[in-house]
């Protein structure tokens, strides 16, 4: 099987503009989270759908949105981009909905300048 | 609020065993995971612990203890593939259910 694809791998924004991530779920999974990992805050919970819906949200602003579409697939969408949010965004899957072994795919390395 | 606590480095030598230690501090949750991380790589699911105990997969052990707020990876026969960071993550229980990260430990394996 195919593992998580994200794309694009690599992203260079100025500050005030927006900017949508893409992540293919390996197939079958129905469970998409997004991670942000910066070098200072580790690992962060973004979100997590779920047949389409958003199931849980971590503690970001509204800036930060995402959805997913019937067939797994999931977008994340970060719109006036600000010089803080340069990170790894990271979407992982799983078989079941907050599934405790997740799928990762390599990650969108995001810069703001 | 949650909070999970790991040393930031460990350094071993090839063939030793290590233990990495997570403790946390959370109301409620349903098991502990652990991943590995190398660097410029995506984290990697190694093992789960959703009752106390030990839970041995391979070289790698994982250890729970919910009265003692407490877990443990145990990396033995070390190789140097095994240089990453390991973090140690709790599904959290009730509504919320999402996964909350430790800040990672890196381990350096030595020759």
């Known amino acids: 099987k195919a593992g998580v694809t994200q794309t694009p791998r690599y992203l260079i924004k100025t500050r005030g503009q927006q900017v949508t991530l893409s992540c293919s779920p390996i197939?079958?999974?129905?469970?998409v989270s997004w991670y942000q990992q910066t070098p200072g805050q580790g690992l962060q919970f973004l979100f997590e759908?779920?047949?389409?819906?958003?199931?849980n949200k971590g503690n970001f602003p509204g800036r930060f949105s995402g959805r997913q579409f019937s067939n797994s697939r999931s977008e994340m969408n970060v719109s006036t981009l600000e010089l803080g949010d340069s990170a790894l965004y990271l979407c992982?899957?799983?078989?079941?909905?907050?599934?405790?072994?997740?799928?990762f795919g390599p990650g969108t390395r995001l810069t703001v300048t | 609020g949650q909070s999970l606590e790991q040393p930031s480095e460990v350094t071993a030598v090839e063939g030793a065993i290590v233990q990495i230690n997570c403790t946390y501090q959370?109301?409620?949750?349903?098991?502990l995971s652990w991943y590995q991380q190398h660097d410029g790589g995506a984290p990697t699911f190694l093992s789960y612990?959703?009752?106390?105990g030990l839970e041995e997969t391979g070289r790698f052990s994982s250890f729970l203890s919910r009265s003692d707020s407490y877990g443990y990876l145990l990396l033995q026969e070390l190789q140097m593939k095994d240089s990453a960071s390991y973090f140690c993550?709790?599904?959290?229980?009730?509504?919320?259910?999402?996964?909350?990260f430790g800040k990672g430990t890196k381990l350096s394996v030595k020759p």
């Open positions: 992982a899957s799983s078989l079941v909905k907050t599934g405790d072994e997740q799928y």
């Open positions: 197939s079958g999974h129905r469970s």
């Open positions: 759908y779920f047949s389409e819906t958003q199931r």
């Open positions: 959370t109301s409620g949750f349903y098991g």
């Open positions: 612990n959703a009752l106390d």
């Open positions: 993550a709790v599904r959290l229980g009730g509504s919320q259910g999402n996964l909350i």
